[in-house]
């Protein structure tokens, strides 16, 4: 009976003693700043969400176990979890096959396509994979593999496929052409654009991808870009991105204010470029405007970034995930959050609260 006293007090003690010390969070590099406004709430938590609407509903798309797909009739929900892309893991051969990255999904050709990302923390081993179906509905998703692959893989030895890493995928159709293009990149050497075949199942020219760099930190030791998203509002294409380190945040020492994600944009009349800042300096040299950043000492880190474009008497909407300093700072703390766009002299502009923007623009 000692014996088992004994043990069970040893087990006790070994226990406490593994317990973490009291974390103290360094709230100075949190930004009070007023300049951007509080997010309206997606009341979801969602990491790198990506948000399409079809058939009067919002559909949001993100990171996590066979790509969760969740249904809303409004972007402040209640959003039902209705399925996944995947029903099983990603057939492309890769770690985290089972919980692909950063998807975005598009109707092209009455078909919906989902572009995700299979890789690692600090990996350049990482590959875009793309699904199909006639319905963002669950259930009907086909899994096509991969369209691009860095690190290893098929065709990663040819340029830029060598100096880039293929994850956050995105697509923007080209208004003079309709020819669609992919956008992908992580830190390394920035964005780049690849042309897609018109199916979106392949690259146009596998061998020659005919890729353009349309953004990239040169003159950084760590290249804190990616996450890009492409828009278009006549007569500019947007390209957006989130700047920064993004998350695994050491709560005791975050980096300096300013470090962290924010949202960034540029613009071009051209789909492939150059684009440039509001101060004229050209993506590939650092430029970026920030739309977005952390503010009120609450939204921390937004990024992940989307735009819906808006038709007749709506207006755009930007929408992200951030995290809450009163929630917490792990990956699946991130939360929805969304803002109105108005244009100042063709400049986007995040908008405090419901207000709709129709007819504040000014290009």
Known sequence: MLHTVLSVFSVLL????????????????????TAYPLPNLGNVAAHDPNIIQYNGSFYLFKGGVHIPIHKASSLDGPWEQ?????????????QNRSRPWAPTTVEWDDRFFCLYA?????????????ASADSPESGNWTDHG????????????????????????????????GS?????????????????????????????????????VPKETVK?????????????????????????FDLEKFPPMGDEYSIRVGRSSDVTGPFVDKDGVDLLDGGGTVVYGSNHGVVYAPGGVGVLTGSGNDADVLYF???????????????????????????????????????????
């Open 321 to 363: 995930h951030y995290l809450n300093t009163t929630i917490g700072f792990t990956q699946g703390d991130a939360q929805l959050g969304w803002n109105y766009l108005h244009y100042v002299k063709g400049w986007p502009v995040a908008l405090e609260g419901y207000v709709h923007a129709n007819g504040k623009d000014d290009f």
């Open 118 to 130: 299979i890789s690692e923390s600090g990996s350049r081993n990482s590959a875009i994979g793309v």
């Open 146 to 177: 991969a369209l691009i692959n860095t690190g290893e893989g098929a065709l990663s030895d040819i340029d830029p496929y060598t100096i880039s890493n293929a994850i956050d995928g995105a697509f923007i159709a080209d208004q003079k052409t």
């Open 224 to 248: 804190p870009i990616e996450g890009s998203f492409m828009t278009y509002k006549a007569p500019y294409y947007y390209l957006w991105f989130s700047h920064g380190k993004c998350c695994h």
């Open 180 to 216: 669609p293009h992919l956008l992908y990149g992580s830190y390394w050497h920035g964005i780049f654009t690849v042309p897609l075949a018109d199916d979106l199942l392949s690259v146009k020219t596998p061998q020659h991808p005919n890729a353009t760099n349309l953004a990239y």
């Open 82 to 94: 209705i399925g996944t892309v995947l029903h099983e893991s990603s057939v492309i051969t890769k």
């Open 14 to 33: 070994a226990a406490v003693a593994a317990l973490p010390a009291e974390v103290h969070i360094n709230t100075t590099s949190f930004s009070n700043t």
